[in-house]
């Protein structure tokens, strides 16, 4: 087991739903520690790869996008999510929809800070059906950037998200991936 | 002039309306590096302080203040925004109306990460009229928690945000106090 397996085994708590609670360490209250852990893990995951900027969604991506700008020696951009705005033409959108609430969002990047020189790593903290993780890499993809990487917090690998980004072609690295979890005895298999 | 002060001469945008753009490096794409720098002057500014805590608000807060919570060594805490949650008990809530706007939001933490225990230093991108840290602070005395001080990178020192806090008694510490700005000219205007 990695640090963050192991955190949650210790501090994440299992509820009705396939919720899992990790808002101690890292959604609500971060540990900073725990996060530069986790940022060496995915420097070496990501070794040899040329990458210039780390590209996350607010809220929770911002304190792991920062641990992780650090290990790279590179900037963060935080892409906005909006219920709706005017499109100025100075904004990337990707407009995405939720499969579990079936409400529509957008996620929107100001085009000075993504180009088709950069070379992205794409952050965040959990990673279920994906929605935001699409709109990131449309993004991306609109400003002719590279998506060099993936890397996760925690993967619901028991949702479908995981399995379409690889079926895509990218390098995702999930830290965590919960397979199975259950309510009653607070159980947590992850994959091996 | 410190690193904060000259990165806005450098990069920062006087817009129409007294708005100041620095969306290059702090609060759209964030420059790690000068958080770090920005976390030390603070570290400085609150020597000999006890702070077992960082408590801010999403978004643009949390990138700043996972760098400042590497100086404490200490974890941060985010409040979150709502327009309005079913308020459960298990959680802080403060009801922000803001000057500009007039608007009302919610602003919340959860009871589980702050208590009497704890020694809170706040931190925020901007400070304006100060809403958001009104709230923030609102919270910290639910909680029973004491502010030990408050680090803001950019105040507008024009609007009366900062003196409120100041008459409050707390130790308030913006790295960029902007006293004027003109559109025109691009010329900003910092106090000595």
């Known amino acids: 087991m990695n640090v963050l397996e192991e955190r949650i085994i210790k501090d994440g708590i299992v509820k009705e739903g396939n919720v899992l609670k990790v808002d101690?360490?890292?959604n609500h209250q971060m540990d900073i520690q725990l996060f530069d852990d986790m940022a060496k893990e995915w420097s070496k995951r990501f070794q040899g790869k040329t990458i210039n900027k780390i590209l996350t969604i607010e809220a929770s991506g911002i304190g792991i996008a920062a641990a992780v700008a650090r290990q790279f020696n590179a900037p963060v951009v935080f892409a906005k999510k909006s219920k709706s705005i005017n499109i100025d033409g100075e904004m990337?959108?990707?407009?995405v929809e939720s499969f579990t609430h079936k409400t529509k969002n957008q996620v929107i990047?100001?085009?000075k800070f993504l180009s088709e020189d950069d070379h992205v790593l794409i952050v965040d903290d959990f990673l279920a059906n994906g929605c935001a993780l699409q709109g990131l890499i449309s993004i991306a993809g609109d400003a002719g950037a590279t998506v060099e990487g993936i890397g996760i917090a925690i993967e619901k690998g028991f949702q479908v998200g995981g399995q379409i980004i690889r079926n895509l072609g990218y390098q995702l690295e999930s830290l965590a991936i919960v397979d199975a979890m259950d309510a009653e005895t607070g159980e947590i298999t992850f994959r091996q």
């Open 24 to 26: 101690s360490f890292l």
């Open 92 to 95: 990337y959108v990707a407009e």
């Open 109 to 111: 990047v100001s085009k």
